[in-house]
């Protein structure tokens, strides 16, 4: 049986242990989730208020949910689609989208410099890289539409691209720099908990299961153990509003596995040629994503899945297979030995590819829907939906707020059936680049 660890929460450390909820307790705001989302909330509420009561809530531990465990891929400039390219009709969304990016990539960075987060943020940008070189359409198209929103984007092909990724498996690609980052997701999360201002206090395994609204207008938020009175509540929980007893048909939840090697040998970093870190994400919905580490460890996550519950014991065993399979494409030297860790965490994704930044009712606002790009668009969302919710108004929150149509969901069972056949389609599109 495979055990459910991530690899980048046992390297970032751990937090001292906060105490769950006990009791009845006041609070002038209320946080449910304890991500990117809702670490960026509650900082800049304690900068707004700081004379304010911030209590952030969290079912597990705050800082090592499905933020932590993500890819660390801190976007300012996404893959165009084919539509969005230069001369086509999409493209003036395309900039809006990218304007909006590039602001979210802006925020990790001045968060990272302001609280002096150490995250390993490498500032070379990342790949869009295929095997097959059909799965790469208009690319000279696509670097050009990349470069008239700022990015520093580059075709490779080749012994060129080879050398930079320490493989031959990938024939052509886009070095996608100017903006582009990576970094260590756990340590970010990690980083913006520690340093969290002295007017927020959190707990931790508090699991909200219902809200309701008092006499006084207050909104109470009960778990088994206690409850929190607030005026003003921020939900930050991803796709899973229905489990603090709110209804949504506009999020869903997408399920991610990951394994990450042991660091790699000197032989072995040697074989590949000893190219710098780097990331590569596929030009497909359910293609692999893979990066080679600062500490020369190789990530991948090759397998997407619409799931509600994690996946545990045999199940993640038959994932990781997958996760070995996939590496050893790239790099045939490697071995099961060679994976030291395997982990699951969930995506928010909407059917628009547009998030969910809602006042749900007085007091109460919410915000999910990163859709694949959660370290920026996470930290960013986390600001707006306390700025929003203080009354702030500004050019970016407007930006934001006039793209946030995430689409609506059918109902159960009719989007169970859909999503799940329409991520099988994407997988046999996407298996030259698993």
């Not at 302001?114 to 690319?139: M, N, S």
Request: hydrophobic share 35%.
């Amino acid at each position: 049986m495979t055990e459910n660890s991530c690899g980048w929460i046992v390297q970032a450390g751990e937090s001292a242990v906060q105490p769950c909820l006990q009791g009845s307790q006041k609070a002038d705001w209320l946080i449910i989730g304890g991500g990117f989302t809702g670490l960026s909330a509650a900082h800049t509420l304690a900068a707004l208020h700081p004379q304010a009561r911030i209590v952030m809530v969290d079912r597990q531990r705050v800082a090592q949910g499905a933020s932590a465990r993500n890819s660390g891929f801190v976007v300012a400039h996404e893959n165009p689609a084919g539509d969005e390219l230069l001369g086509r009709p999409d493209n003036a969304y395309y900039q809006h989208s990218t304007q909006i990016s590039r602001a979210a990539n802006e925020e990790v960075r001045q968060r990272v410099s302001r609280l002096g987060i150490e995250c390993d943020l490498h500032d070379q940008g990342y790949f869009f890289a295929v095997h097959d070189p059909d799965k790469l359409e208009d690319a000279a198209l696509k670097v050009q539409t990349l470069r008239e929103v700022g990015a520093d984007a580059q075709f490779l092909q080749g012994q060129d691209l080879s050398r930079c990724l320490g493989t031959d498996f990938y024939r052509a690609g886009i070095w996608c720099r100017g903006g582009n980052a990576l970094l260590q997701p756990a340590k970010y999360a990690k980083g913006l908990r520690d340093t969290l201002a002295d007017n927020v206090s959190a707990y931790e395994y508090t699991d909200i299961t219902g809200l309701e609204r008092l006499a006084n207008g207050n909104v109470r938020a009960s778990s088994a153990q206690g409850s929190v009175e607030a005026p003003q509540v921020l939900i930050c929980v991803g796709p899973f509003l229905p489990r603090v007893g709110l209804t949504d048909r506009a999020v869903f939840p997408l399920e991610l596995s990951a394994s990450l090697s042991r660091p790699l040998t000197d032989d072995e970093y040697a074989q590949m040629g000893r190219p710098a870190q780097w990331g590569v994400l596929s030009t497909r919905p359910a293609g692999a994503t893979l990066r080679l580490t600062a500490d020369r460890r190789l990530l991948i996550r090759n397998t997407v899945e619409y799931r509600y519950r994690d996946l545990a014991g045999s199940a993640l065993s038959t994932r990781r297979l997958t996760h070995l399979r996939g590496l050893q494409r790239r790099f045939p030297w490697m071995t099961e030995q060679h994976l030291q860790f395997t982990w699951t965490g969930h995506l928010s994704a909407t059917r628009s590819g547009e998030p969910r930044f809602a006042r749900v009712e007085r007091g109460i606002y919410t915000v999910a829907g990163c859709n694949g790009s959660g370290v920026a668009r996470g930290t960013l969302w986390g600001r707006l939906l306390a700025e929003m919710a203080c009354g702030s108004e500004s050019p970016l929150l407007s930006s934001v707020l006039s793209q946030a149509d995430p689409g609506w969901l059918p109902p159960t069972p009719f989007f169970d059936i859909g999503a799940s056949v329409r991520l099988r389609y994407e997988a046999c599109r996407a298996q030259s680049e698993s």
